[in-house]
């Protein structure tokens, strides 16, 4: 009888799971997160960092390549994915990442040692319950003393609906074929289900609330997210009870933003903080109940450590950390006339509104220098040199003022947050291509679509990308770089859709209207550093 580690293990190397570098995992935003809640973790830069279950290291060697001090080990029940990690770790030539094929119930913790940071990204709900407890054993046992590790893992209220569409697929596509096959069956009866199922309904709504996401992810998405053997999200509260007996303790989520109540109405904090007071983890799983979240990325630390943890924002932290938001004015032109306006973030629910103009130009220069960094003292120092502006305020009160505004969007999730600068080109003239980009693009087989760029994040690229990244050395020559791409087109080496037109037009235009949008989208998505 095949045992459910073989089940997994043949499933993953059948079709292996799109291994991507995701945002909050990084280590850089778990120790910006400790710092927040008073619970330092150890420097990012030369620190130990485990994952587990890490598929072919797209969401560790990123790490390792910026931070080439640090040692980086992952390990993964799929020898498929190792080995295509593996190589691709040959062709980078990264010596301080390693990645071995192992199965959590049988890993010695004493043997990999201690960690600084540890992660656990789409394995814990995935696995069975004793696999669970193994991988609470390894972040328990190798955990350095100062460490943070970072758990993701489905939560129930929100996978309740979700779970009538795996039963329903899971039932329709059976327990003998290969992953791809049930991925098949699967969607077959999710198309059975929308075309018979009553409107109102519970499966109805479930599939109002999901099928679209599904419909668009991939097959490796389906097949492991939905199909796997286990799937088993809990209560929060079930979590933190049993992350506790293994001598963890809760710290926090690596979006903080997650756990504010006051982000989804005022009158819902108003009544769970009326209700539970300073009980952190019943008043989340109250809000999780409301707004029938789904998923979490819960951080740990070991028990000893969160003995005074009050989960309150460190005012001292906050000064001390580099800020990153993209915001922009829902009115039109920033008006600096003291009177207020509001700002959103694009794809974010939070608005903000501001009426001091010294705040408005704060947020001025975070979103001039977007996507890069900024400290809070560069903030309050351009806020000052605008006391001409009406409705100019005393300048220790628009201090004060600044650090609320930074308080607001850490707490709001619009602000991103580093203890260390974020470098990255705020133009598109005179800059080069990210170092750690340029050598992930001349690595990355065919296979490979994206890259990681320095704030962890996943950046799509086209062979036109390809083809044209490596020659961003700093003395950009538009005319070059659009002879480039059009010779590429006549000669049929990137397509028509690689160059984001349409076809029929001359490739010469093309070209032109293409390096213009392709500069501008690798300044946005951080791929590119000053020359200077």
């Known amino acids: 009888m095949t045992s459910a580690i073989d089940q997994t293990k043949a499933r993953y190397d059948d079709l292996p799971y799109s291994s991507y570098p995701y945002l909050h995992s990084a280590p850089e935003q778990l120790a910006a997160v400790a710092t927040l809640f008073g619970l330092p973790g150890p420097e990012v830069a030369t620190s130990r960092v485990l994952e587990l279950g890490c598929a072919s290291g797209g969401n560790l060697i990123p790490f390792a390549l910026r931070h080439p001090a640090a040692k980086a080990v992952g390990l993964d029940i799929s020898g498929v994915q190792v080995t295509k990690g593996r190589d691709y770790i040959s062709r980078l030539g990264a010596d301080n990442v390693v990645l071995q094929e192992a199965d959590f119930l049988g890993v010695e913790p004493a043997k990999l040692g201690k960690f600084d940071y540890i992660i656990a990204h789409g394995v814990y709900s995935w696995v069975s319950p004793e696999a669970q407890d193994a991988v609470l054993r390894i972040i328990s046992e190798c955990l350095s003393a100062n460490g943070v590790a970072f758990v993701s893992y489905n939560t129930y209220p929100g996978w309740k609906a979700k779970e009538i569409l795996r039963d329903a697929m899971l039932m329709h596509g059976g327990t003998g074929r290969n992953a791809t ?148 004015c829902k009115d039109g032109p920033i008006r600096f006339d003291g009177q207020p306006q509001e700002f959103a973030a694009p794809s974010h629910a939070a608005n903000l509104t501001v009426g001091l103009s010294g705040l408005k130009r704060a947020i001025e220069l975070l979103e001039k220098r977007w996507p890069a960094t900024v400290t809070r003292d560069e903030l309050v120092h351009h806020a000052q040199l605008t006391q001409g502006d009406v409705g100019a305020v005393a300048p220790e009160i628009l201090a004060d003022a600044v650090d609320e505004l930074l308080e607001m969007l850490v707490l709001r999730g619009m602000a991103r947050i580093r203890l260390a600068p974020v470098e990255v080109a705020a133009e598109v003239d005179g800059v080069i291509i990210d170092p750690i980009v340029r050598r992930q693009v001349n690595a990355i087989d065919a296979s490979q679509s994206h890259v990681a760029n320095v704030w962890h994040d996943s950046v799509d690229i086209g062979e036109a990308e390809r083809l044209l990244l490596p020659t961003i050395d700093g003395a950009i020559d538009r005319n070059k770089l659009a002879a480039t791409v059009a010779t590429a087109l006549r000669e049929g080496r990137i397509s028509i859709s690689d160059a984001g037109e349409q076809t029929g037009a001359d490739p010469d235009e093309q070209a032109e209207v293409f390096v213009t949008r392709f500069l501008q989208r690798m300044r946005e998505a951080a791929v590119l550093r000053r020359s200077v």
Request: net charge negative; aromatic share 12%.
């Open 181 to 328: 096959e049930q991925v098949a069956y699967g969607r077959s009866m999710l198309a059975f289900l929308q075309s018979t199922a009553p409107k109102g309904g519970l499966t109805a709504v479930a599939l109002n609330e999901n099928l679209a996401h599904i419909v668009r992810a991939p097959i490796s998405y389906l097949a492991h997210d939905y199909l796997e053997p286990f799937n088993l999200p809990c209560y929060f509260h079930e979590f933190v009870e049993r992350i506790r007996g293994h001598q963890l303790a809760y710290l926090g989520e690596a979006q903080p933003s997650m756990m504010m109540p006051s982000n989804y109405g005022p009158e819902l904090a108003r009544q769970l903080y009326g209700a539970l007071g300073e009980d952190q983890v019943r008043v989340e799983q109250y809000l999780d109940f409301a707004i029938s979240r789904s998923f979490r990325q819960t951080l740990l630390v070991r028990a000893e450590r969160a003995a005074t943890l009050r989960w309150q924002l460190d005012e001292k932290a906050v000064g001390d950390l580099n800020f990153a938001a993209h915001l922009y």
